[in-house]
């Protein structure tokens, strides 16, 4: 049962461009969301979160978006640059009585910036 | 300010075999997470230690172990080991928020 999906395995953007990668899960105890860009030989890399109070978050060039009604984030990256080309992973943890911080993933979007 | 640090890096064992990775927190930190990420995958968790005890457990057999230190630094345990059990093992710290991942240990079952 894969409750976190990104359903994209891949995305070739050219450089410059907007990239963005989505994601959607399917438990409504999700509560805060993550995405993480994964270079090989590298562990996962922490990029930027969101709350579920919150339906937009931004940092630089990266911003998040979450809808809770239909259970979907994305992520987007303007202007893409060649450094970006990476694996990027979205997250999800679930609260369960103040406990946390389990996260539960997708499988991943291999994204390619072609310069 | 060192980040979250696995040993080794790298390990090859034969089926059967028992296998022990190590992991040093991020500095502040006092929970640590073990996952494991198969080829294609997304990391899968395997469980979380607070305070030198398990607080939570994904789905995984009791072959896999650990442990967390007065330090806060943690070790995994996998006896019996079985080929599907190659994979990236990483280890993840936090103390509130974010979760911070190490580089991992790639692990070979031949």
């Known amino acids: 049962d894969q409750q976190v999906k990104q359903n994209s395995p891949s995305l070739s953007v050219q450089e410059g461009r907007i990239s963005i990668l989505n994601c959607d899960y399917t438990n409504s105890m999700f509560d805060y969301f993550l995405w993480y860009k994964k270079y090989p030989a590298e562990g996962p890399t922490f990029l930027i979160s969101i709350s579920s109070i919150k339906d937009k978050n931004e940092d630089g060039r990266f911003t998040v978006f979450l809808n809770k009604s239909a259970k979907h984030l994305s992520l987007h990256i303007v202007p893409s640059q060649p450094g970006d080309s990476a694996v990027y992973f979205c997250a999800a943890s679930p609260i369960y009585g103040g406990a946390t911080n389990k996260l539960i993933f997708g499988t991943g979007t291999l994204l390619a910036v072609q310069p | 300010d060192a980040g979250v640090t696995q040993s080794p890096t790298h390990l090859i064992k034969t089926r059967g075999q028992q296998v022990t990775l190590r992991c040093s927190p991020k500095s502040g930190h006092d929970t640590v997470s073990w996952y494991q990420q198969a080829l294609g995958q997304g990391p899968q968790f395997i469980f979380q230690?607070?305070?030198?005890?398990?607080?939570q457990r994904g789905n995984f057999p009791d072959r896999f172990s650990g442990h967390q230190f007065p330090n806060y630094s943690s070790e995994l345990n996998v006896n019996a080991l079985l080929l599907g059990d190659s994979a990236l093992y990483l280890c993840a710290s936090h103390r509130t928020g974010v979760v911070y991942f190490g580089p991992g240990t790639r692990l070979l079952v031949l």
């Open positions: 230690y607070y305070e030198e005890e398990e607080r």
